[in-house]
T-cell receptor, first 116, second 112 residues
Framework: AQKVTQAQTEISVVEKEDVTLDCVYE???????LFWYKQPPSGELVFLIR??????QNEISGRYSWNFQKSTSSFNFTITASQVVDSAVYFC?????????????FGSGTRLQVQP | AAGVIQSPRHLIKEKRETATLKCYPI?????VYWYQQGPGQDPQFLIS???????DKGSIPDRFSAQQFSDYHSELNMSSLELGDSALYFC???????????FGPGTRLTVL
């Protein structure tokens, strides 16, 4: 069985601060994918990134960066110079491949509030 | 670019009524997933279809059923609705050979 833990239920920062959202996962599969999704107040789920279990390279996309460490089963997400528009709930998710199940197992989400 | 379409966007039903939610995946996507997101909760996987066949089943109640049609659209049928079925229902689709799930805007179901 898969499990994703996002221990931070809510984070509040002031605009321009950097913020890191933590994600820890559990799976017995050797092949799996990790994802981050953003859910703004409007409710839709916006895909941010996918990382497979064999690619531990960190990734940067504009103000967003992701740190994947298999040794600690973590896939953390950092927003640099946060903006009010970053306010949303962020979900980390896991899709295991060995068993063939492609459905996503989500963490409980972290609500980020960026104050002006 | 085309996105996943869900209809209706909002639905209000009474207890014990039935509801049908529709999902139109992105063209040429071969897999459809349904998720249920209760208030303040994370999305929970219900069921998926690959090439019109059920491919996986999650925590879908027996009162719910789903199918995928020849044009690849999918419908989630919910009967004997309960107050606890009030949630946001997402449909997602994936293209062949890829794992990114592209989500629709969701259908917000309210059961009174």
């Amino acid at each position: 069985a898969q499990k994703v833990t996002q221990a931070q239920t809510e984070i509040s920062v002031v605009e321009k601060e950097d913020v890191t959202l933590d994600c820890v996962y559990e799976t017995r599969d050797t092949t799996y994918y990790l994802f981050w999704y953003k859910q703004p107040p409007s409710g839709e789920l916006v895909f941010l990134i996918r990382r497979n279990s064999f690619d531990e390279q960190n990734e940067i996309s504009g103000r967003y960066s992701w740190n994947f460490q298999k040794s600690t089963s973590s896939f953390n997400f950092t927003i640099t110079a946060s903006q009010v528009v970053d306010s949303a709930v962020y979900f980390c998710a896991l899709s295991a491949r060995d068993t063939g199940r492609r459905a996503l197992t989500f963490g409980s989400g972290t609500r980020l509030q960026v104050q002006p | 670019a085309a996105g996943v379409i869900q209809s209706p966007r909002h639905l209000i039903k009474e207890k014990r009524e039935t509801a049908t939610l529709k999902c139109y995946p992105i063209p040429r996507h071969d897999t459809v997933y349904w998720y249920q997101q209760g208030p303040g909760q994370d999305p929970q996987f219900l069921i998926s279809f690959y090439e019109k066949m059920q491919s996986d089943k999650g925590s879908i109640p027996d009162r719910f059923s789903a199918q995928q049609f020849s044009d690849y659209h999918s419908e989630l049928n919910m009967s004997s609705l309960e107050l606890g079925d009030s949630a946001l229902y997402f449909c997602a689709s994936t293209p062949p050979g890829f794992d990114e799930q592209f989500f629709g805007p969701g259908t917000r179901l309210t059961v009174l």
